[in-house]
């Protein structure tokens, strides 16, 4: 049986869309969470995941961040957005202002929209894409980074 490769659905200007198998904890040569930990810095980056979308928001944070672990992330932190005055929060923007990743999952879209929309949080998400710092999201993550995910926000 030929091993299924799980690649990149689609990256663009940084963005690295996953999809269910990376989800579902099955890895390839090409898994992104790798892509992720790679071009955020490896050991010495500093990812944030922001589960806010996930059915179970602190068990995805604390899977997500062993699995980062274990490919070789350096610092991880699980950043937890549960209302809208915590992405607007300053502690929040400040540890995101200091990533170099971003891994945002679940596919809530609604939920991730009403909480971050319009927020300091979801702004300085699109500016340190801007500086270059590598987002890795599901879809409705990558949704709600609106066209700018295609276009360089």
Same mark, same amino acid.
């Given at each position: ?31 992104? #969470? &790798?892509? #992720? ?50 992405? +607007?929060?300053? +502690? ?40 270059? &710092? ?11 980074? @609106?066209?700018?995910? @295609?276009?360089?926000?």
């Amino acid at each position: 049986m030929q091993t299924p490769e799980y690649s990149l659905e689609k990256r663009t200007h940084r963005v690295l869309l996953l999809d269910d198998d990376v989800l579902s904890g099955a890895s390839g040569a090409t898994d992104p #969470l &790798c892509a #992720l930990v790679s071009q955020s810095g490896q050991r010495s980056g500093r990812i944030v995941i922001l589960p806010a979308a996930a059915p179970d928001p602190v068990d995805w944070g604390r899977r997500f961040a062993r699995r980062l672990l274990t490919l070789g992330a350096g610092l991880v932190t699980v950043l937890h957005v549960e209302t809208r005055s915590h992405a +607007n929060d300053e +502690n929040a923007v400040i540890v995101m202002t200091q990533a170099t990743g971003i891994l945002m999952l679940g596919d809530q879209h609604e939920l991730l929209t009403s909480l971050l929309e319009e927020t300091e949080l979801l702004r300085t998400i699109r500016q340190r894409q801007r500086e270059g &710092c590598v987002i890795a999201a599901t879809r409705a993550g990558y949704s709600l980074l @609106g066209s700018g995910a @295609g276009s360089g926000l």
